[in-house]
């Protein structure tokens, strides 16, 4: 991801050197971490190697005593990998897509609002009033990955505590917009 950063980044100060203020522009940076991050998520782990060599679950070796390794997987000695058989990285963790979408979202508010496409003030009425429809969406985006992880028999995905402070403080502020700003 850093590579991408630095080339948005450099971006960015060469715009700041014609004249397009990278004061106002930051928010693009955002936008190319959520995008970045959202291709991470639905990124396939087929055929990537690396990890620590693994053995597959076996009997304990005869004459064994009790102070052996776990039950499961152990490692293997340098010596027993070959080139021949490349041992599979157990799969990553799966991300959910509501951190990158929330970061583009945010990147493109806030990339509006500093080129003033949008004002601040009229951000303000449209969130005062449209806010649940973000609340929509965050459940929209979570059934599809429910419904995504039961098709292809992967674990359920917890939301994180990150996840659920965000929501408490999008309602929050929703409400109190709402009761801020006149219909």
Known sequence: MWPVIFIA??????????GISI????????????????????ASDAGHVGGPPVLPPSAPPAGAGSAQ??????????????MASPVVAPPRRRR????????????????L???HL?????????????????LILW????????????QKAWPRLASGRAAYSFLIFLIVAGLTASQIVPL
Request: glycine share 10%; hydrophobic share 50%.
């Open 23 to 42: 004061w106002r522009t930051w928010p693009a940076i955002l936008l190319v971490i959520g995008a970045v991050k959202l291709l991470q998520s639905n």
């Open 69 to 82: 390794e776990p039950q499961g997987q152990s490692e293997v000695p340098p010596s027993e990998v070959s």
């Open 113 to 115: 609002g500093n080129l």
């Open 118 to 134: 949008i004002s601040w003030g009229r951000l303000g009425v449209w969130f005062a009033h449209y806010w649940p429809v973000l």
């Open 96 to 111: 959910s897509m509501t951190g990158p979408f929330i970061l583009i979202f945010v990147g493109v508010i806030f990339l």
């Open 9 to 18: 980044a450099g971006i960015l100060i060469l715009l700041d050197e014609f």
């Open 139 to 150: 459940g929209a985006v979570k059934l599809v990955e429910h419904y995504r992880a039961k």
